[in-house]
């Protein structure tokens, strides 16, 4: 096991570079096992959650060849539709692999996808939508088992907004026989750029980004040259450090209107902002001013952004509400907070966070990806020592976070616990 340790006070300046986006590429990878040939996908975010499914990918039979931010999968030798349970069951978004198999051999078998620290996370409207395709799905054993005599197009409507389920569904109906009709889909950046790289593939989608997606099924996919979209929820926790830490940084490589709810919050706290063409400049110089803050699916505040925003709460003057719309209880993260010297309260899905003068420094642990994210924000803020436990937690999402901060100027280090 491996930690950050942290002398926090300093204002962070230079510049970073964001990675490509952890959410479309988890979606994408899968998505490449569709076509007959190899696709070349680049801007591809040098992170675990990208080497574990390269490693299911060659456990079904595909050919893998990967370099830092460069992948190019070979789907021809495809002869399995189990990935190995013990790494899938690392990974919740091993879950469009089922929408992948499911399309490739009408036929998928993979663990069910665990909860986390942030809630239960069903999939029931995953299943929903493949049953409603002609798929029948069976559950025993901690497996999912899902077949399909032949997919046929269906007009399938989300009981909830769900980034997974609307990218899933468009995996399994891009080959269906006939046209599929999603409805209240999510609108995420990285919904749309799956359905880039699929349309990029040969497949006949309609609408990503907006409640409605059209899929018109094709019969065959080819192989493409893809690059991914830049990260908007690294790009908002770069944004959060420079704010934090009283910096001024540039974040460069973004899509600045993926990241506008981030933006309009930070500038309703004071912080100050330049937008320019696929760069962004944070300063902060005065006080935070509080704010409060409403989880929401895109183009909402995102839910992603809510735990590095609670450490800039907890900096800001007065009181702030937070209220996560998205999960039930994702706010554990605020206990580890607490014991660098935050004054929060939660209740149910509100938390409550009382500004104060200065953070310390802390022994904290990160329990999820973007709570260690939230850490490592707080540590580089509050006067003295910090140390984060459990960085892979961090590491499954943020491209060497650490090496992106010490050049920002942070004291930050990466030992072995
Ligand atoms: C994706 O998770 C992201 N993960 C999450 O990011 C992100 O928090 C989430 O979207 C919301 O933006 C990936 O893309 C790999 P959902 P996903 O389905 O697809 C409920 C990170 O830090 N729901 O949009 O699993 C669900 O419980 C991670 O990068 C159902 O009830 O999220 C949640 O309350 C954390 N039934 C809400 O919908 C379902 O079948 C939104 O979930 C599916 C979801």
């Known amino acids: 096991m491996e930690k950050f340790i942290i002398k926090g006070g300093k204002p962070l300046r230079g510049s970073v570079q964001i990675s490509g986006a952890k959410n479309s590429a ?3 990878l899968p998505a ?43 789907p021809e030798g495809l002869n399995s539709f189990y990935p190995p349970r013990d790494l899938a069951s690392q990974m919740r978004a091993s879950y469009y692999l089922i929408g992948a198999l499911l399309s490739k051999f009408n036929e998928a078998v993979i663990a069910m996808p665990g ?27 901690g497996l999912i088992r899902i077949k399909a005599k032949k997919l046929v197009g269906n007009h399938i409507y989300f009981d909830v907004v769900s980034v997974g389920a609307t990218i899933n569904l468009m995996l399994a109906a891009c080959k269906a026989e006939g046209v599929t009709i999603l409805e209240n889909c999510a609108k995420e950046p990285h919904v749309v750029d799956v359905a880039n790289f699929l349309n990029a593939m ?39 450090v420079a704010a934090a830490t009283k910096g001024d940084v540039y974040i460069k490589g973004v899509i600045p209107n993926h990241l506008e709810a981030i933006i ?28 409060d803050i409403k989880t929401l699916p895109y183009p909402g505040f995102p ?4 735990q590095p925003m609670a450490v800039l709460l907890a900096l800001a003057d007065g009181i702030s509400v937070i209220t996560e719309n998205i999960y039930e209880n994702r706010f554990k993260y605020l206990d580890e907070l607490k ?25 904290v642990y990160a329990t999820d990806l973007r709570a260690g994210a939230a850490m490592v924000i707080a540590g580089l803020a509050a006067e003295g020592i910090t140390e984060v436990m459990e960085v892979y937690h961090i590491d499954r999402g943020y491209e060497a976070m650490e090496v992106k901060l010490q050049a920002l100027a942070a004291d930050i280090i990466r030992v072995k616990e």
């Not at 409640?211 to 690294?234: A, M, N, S, W």
């Not at 004071?270 to 005065?286: K, P, T, W």
Request: charged share 30%; glycine share 10%.
């Open 26 to 28: 988890v979606a994408i």
């Open 264 to 291: 309009a919050k930070l500038t309703e706290m004071g912080v100050i902002i330049e937008e320019h063409d696929d760069v962004i400049r944070v300063r902060r110089e005065g006080p935070l001013k509080h704010v």
């Open 115 to 141: 909860g986390c620290n942030i809630g239960v996370r069903p999939i029931d409207q995953h299943i929903k939508g493949f049953e409603a395709l002609g798929a029948e799905t069976t559950i025993e054993h």
């Open 339 to 363: 014991k660098m010297g935050a004054r929060v309260r939660v209740e149910g899905r509100t938390a409550i966070i009382e500004g104060v003068e200065k953070l310390t420094g802390a022994p």
């Open 303 to 306: 839910t992603d952004m809510q």
């Open 202 to 240: 040969g497949a006949n989608i309609k609408g990503a980004g907006t409640d409605t997606i059209k899929i018109t099924g094709v019969d065959k996919l080819h192989g493409c040259h893809y690059t991914i979209i830049p990260d908007q929820i690294e790009a908002g926790t770069y944004m959060v």
């Open 32 to 74: 490449a096992l569709l076509a007959d040939t190899p696709s070349v996908i680049d801007n591809l975010p040098d992170i675990k959650d990208i080497e574990l499914l390269a490693q299911m990918i060659r456990h079904l039979g595909g050919k893998v060849e990967k370099k830092k931010h460069e992948i190019v999968i070979d």
